[in-house]
């Protein structure tokens, strides 16, 4: 069973991604209920949220790439 480094690499880099937006997502979202009387406060809300799905997104992205690498690698060579 070989694993393909090109797509292990690409998995890891859909993962370093994420780790800034795990911090980032929630800060805003923090940042936003601190200033509820704040007319730009929903569009604020909503960035922090776009921001936490889009964290989510990358991290699947990032598992799902990492297991093809790990299991679907040999099946490139053939």
């Known amino acids: 069973m070989a694993t393909n480094k090109k797509i292990l690499v690409k998995g890891i880099r859909y993962l370093s991604g994420a780790l800034p937006m795990l911090f980032i997502g929630p800060i805003i979202i923090n940042s936003a209920f601190k200033n509820q009387d704040n007319p730009l ?15 989510m997104f990358l991290i699947y992205k990032g ?7 790990l299991f679907d690698g040999d099946k490139q060579g053939e």
């Open 41 to 55: 406060y929903p569009y604020v809300l909503g960035l922090g949220i776009i921001g936490c799905l889009f964290a």
């Open 63 to 69: 598992i799902q790439t990492i297991l093809k690498s």
